[in-house]
């Protein structure tokens, strides 16, 4: 009898889950894959600690997740597979993934499935699939059977392939998943002949135990260092993505500042990598006022609740009420707080299309807004939010927050996993980091003249000037000591 898995269930926080929008995750088996393919980073990260056994890998309790499914959110999607595949052959006999499966379509739960394995596809899976809540990844690494035997002991990948298709006509939310791209196993030509309706694309990442894994790969482009892994630069991989021309290739990242780039200039929904069919402004949205004036009581009203449940939890503690009001207390304060900060989103993802001019005023858009009947808006930005009863620093921030959904959800991933309501507040700060740490990555280069003008319209702050010397580089540097001593009204300088 193989081993109880115990931690099967997790919020993946850190680089990983700033990114990740579907960073909850359920994991039927663990501590091993019977897939054992020679890239798997579980493997990398578990094997090192000698907790890695491909050969019997750890089954979840059935009991044990259906206490935990009862009480995930119903706005969530978990994702699963993402330690152990789910459809291992171990599945044919324990029937976790089947039964966990059903237990997520009873609770009104979404999930996505990334998997190897061509199982999924079975007829009696796909007949217990609920088309509104299952998201299928079925990941392919290399098109040559043989080849791809030689690394992963998953389904030959045309029987994968076979199963995206089965699944794409039976009208699923199905995608082909490269990952890791790895040029030297990819036949592109082949691969952009397929009858494929999406795609996502993960590229490797590469340290000591990848490269004795796969001795022959080129690993000289793999220069960019990140975290404990090396990466390929941006522009190598913009040269990788170009060589698909699969409609609908989206590209999940890992690399801050590359993330930054895919979600901003190639992603179909930059608000989800993943590109699920529903799309994450949907999947917010559910039951939430569509028009603006509503939403706006939606959201006053909203906080006014939380303070007083708020209220009623330090009362409940003080008194030392049962554990099980305090705990339906706190889980209604949860609801309404993520309920108002979804609220909010939709309101700053509606107000960002507002023009900032008047149509008579020179507006320099040319997508006018219109409101809820579809007329275009003859005020400028400023009034229509002073008319619907905003200040201008209210409506900023609801547009931070639609502008960073996936930093939105983790939060609330992260109080629930504490206990804790959500606030607007924490989230604006974690977006503020999370902007901060973008930044820092992605230093800003500008022209030497540019430099000069923003510097003389920045008299009395204090900042640093590093100067750096591009003599080698052939870049010319018009920028002189004597120039910035004048823009700074001869303040003194460090030399
Ligand atoms: S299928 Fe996934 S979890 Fe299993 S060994 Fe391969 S990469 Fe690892």
Redesign the pocket.
Same mark, same amino acid.
């Given at each position: 009898m193989n081993p109880e898995y115990k931690s099967f269930y997790k919020t993946v926080g850190g680089d990983e889950g700033d990114k990740c929008l579907y960073s909850t995750r359920l994991d039927t088996y663990g501590c091993g $894959?019977m897939?054992? $393919?020679k890239y $798997?980073y %579980?493997?990398s990260l578990l094997s090192f600690r000698g907790l890695w056994n491909d050969k019997e890998p750890s089954v979840a309790d059935i009991h044990k997740i259906e206490k935990v499914i009862s009480t995930i959110p119903k706005r969530i999607i978990v994702r699963l597979g993402g330690?152990?595949?789910c459809f291992?052959p171990l599945e044919q006999f324990e029937k976790i993934t089947l039964q966990t499966i059903k237990l997520l379509n009873q609770y009104r739960i979404g999930y996505l499935i990334v998997t190897?394995s061509h199982l999924v596809a079975d007829n009696e899976y796909m007949s217990v699939f609920d088309k509104d809540l299952a998201h299928i990844q079925i990941t392919v690494t290399c098109l040559d059977d043989e080849i791809a035997k030689s690394y992963?002991n %998953?389904s030959l990948s045309s029987m994968r392939l076979k199963a995206i298709y089965d699944l794409q006509q039976a009208g699923f939310d199905v995608a082909l998943r490269i990952s890791p791209l790895i040029e030297e196993y990819i036949d592109f030509p082949l691969l952009n002949s397929l009858n494929i309706d999406k795609c996502l694309v993960e590229f490797l990442r590469v340290n000591s135990f990848i490269k004795k894994q796969f001795p022959k790969i080129d690993y000289s482009k793999y220069t960019l260092r990140h975290g404990n892994y090396y990466h390929l630069p941006l522009d190598e991989k913009q040269r990788l993505i170009k060589m698909i021309s699969l409609d609908n290739v989206s590209v999940c990242e890992d690399v801050l500042g590359h993330y930054e780039y895919w979600k901003n200039h190639y992603n179909p929904n930059k608000f989800d990598c993943c590109n699920l069919r529903t799309n994450t402004l949907t999947i917010r949205n559910i039951n939430l006022p569509q028009n603006i004036e509503e939403l706006r009581k939606f959201a006053l009203v909203g906080r006014e609740k939380i303070v007083s449940i708020r209220a009623e939890i330090r009362a409940i503690d003080k008194l030392g009420l049962a554990n099980d009001v305090r705990r339906q207390k706190l889980e209604e304060a949860q609801m309404i707080s993520e309920a108002v900060l979804d609220t909010e989103m939709r309101i700053g993802a509606l107000t960002v299309q507002i023009p900032k001019a008047t149509n008579t005023k020179g507006n320099q858009y040319t997508d006018k807004w219109k409101n809820d009947n579809a007329v275009e808006n003859p005020k400028s930005k400023s009034e229509t939010i002073k008319n619907l009863g905003f200040t201008a620093k209210q409506i900023e921030r609801f547009e931070t927050l639609a502008k960073n959904p996936h930093i939105v959800e983790q939060a609330k991933a992260e109080a629930r996993g504490n206990d804790d309501i959500v606030s607007r507040s924490l989230v604006l700060e974690k977006i503020k980091s999370h902007t901060i740490k973008v930044k820092n990555e992605n230093p800003i280069i500008v022209k030497t003249k540019d430099v000069y003008i923003e510097l003389s319209e920045m008299q009395n702050k204090i900042i640093d000037v590093i100067l750096i010397d591009y003599r080698n580089d052939k870049v010319n540097l018009d920028i002189t000591k004597e120039k910035l001593y004048k823009a700074f009204n001869n303040a003194l300088f460090d030399e």
């Open positions: $894959c897939h054992n $393919c $798997c %579980a493997k330690m152990s595949d291992q190897k992963e %998953a």
